[in-house]
DNA sequence: CCTACCGATCGGTAGG
DNA sequence: CCTACCGATCGGTAGG
């Protein structure tokens, strides 16, 4: 194989797995057949095999890609000597600037990550546990500075987080224009942070 | 069909969409097969459709049933008179109760309703954002009675809140026994009105 | 990237 | 609730 070639096929690989994000996210992995996939690329079910070694093969690397940018967004604001609450601002930002970056990879990534085979779904929710706890352990640094409530349930705190941050892909619009990934990161910490209530004057 | 015939007939119905909602939780409506159902239920996969019409006719009733439950708990709600953000805290807190009394048929509701035919999906959509709308008027009218902040963005709001309800059902385990629904209920609308920030002192 | 094809499995029906 | 079965569709392979 020429290095011409190679360029080629990996680029045709990525339209593959790029066309098939979309598809996934429409119709969910399961719903979505490879003779979908293949009319929309507007090729033979049988030729995406000269891509891809199989279906799972592409929500996996879908999967793992986005966990991996997750991943490195968060290091990245764990290095920096802050307050707990502007690291929490800060890693919710960066998470919402990874998923604004691809939403439909993001949304993939969300809703279709428990069709995975094992070993892979295991390493992928070892992946994400971690990453959960570590804005968790953000949460309690908050508590113990005394920066957050000492009621407030951690738990509960960052699920609610997640939840918000992982449902912005199947509602935000960018294209709406209405607002920016990172505004959209700003007012979302702010509200979780601050609250929705009117601050005592 | 004699009377207890119907009864019975009436209770086994619910015994198949009961143990189809498990099935449809755990692996996603299109994954899960009705050869899976039958086997759950000791029984041939021809013998299901005695009981049912057809696969979809679970998942709808799976979902238009939760979604009476969500429109009558939202509208003895807002019956009541009091303040903005009390309405928002009650709806929240029915919110999280209704799904509290089937979490099963909750996550069905939230993540395989798309696998709805048509005019099914569009009747359901429509249904949904009518609710998602008096929830973001309840907002509104929090704002403008200067009970919440002049500044957020009231979309924004009412989606995080609803990302944050709706992904309860996937991490929430009460038998887990640690935090009550009404608990729950009362610690998120405290958060999402509150903020998690310490109070000036 | 295509033609030709495979075994497995799907939702569902007929008839009892 | 069962046996027997159907047409459609699935992910994927062989060979070019």
Known sequence: MTMTEAIANLSRKEQVIRKAAELFKEKGYAAASMRDLAQLLGIEAASLYSHI???EEILRSLCFDMATEFRKSLEEVEKQNVSASEKLRRGIIGHIQVMAKDLTASAV???????LSQPYLRDFLLLRINYINRFKKIIEEGVQKDEF???IDTKLAVMTLFSSLNWMPMWYDPSGGI???IELGVQLSDM??????????
């Not at 990534?109 to 069709?115: K, T, V, Y």
């Not at 942070?193 to 004057?201: I, M, T, Y």
């Open 109 to 115: 990534f969300m809703n279709e990550h428990r069709h």
């Open 192 to 201: 979780l942070v601050n609250g929705l209530k009117q601050n005592p004057k």
């Open 149 to 151: 409530k000492r009621t």
């Open 53 to 55: 070694k199989s279906k």
């Open 179 to 181: 607002i920016e990934p």
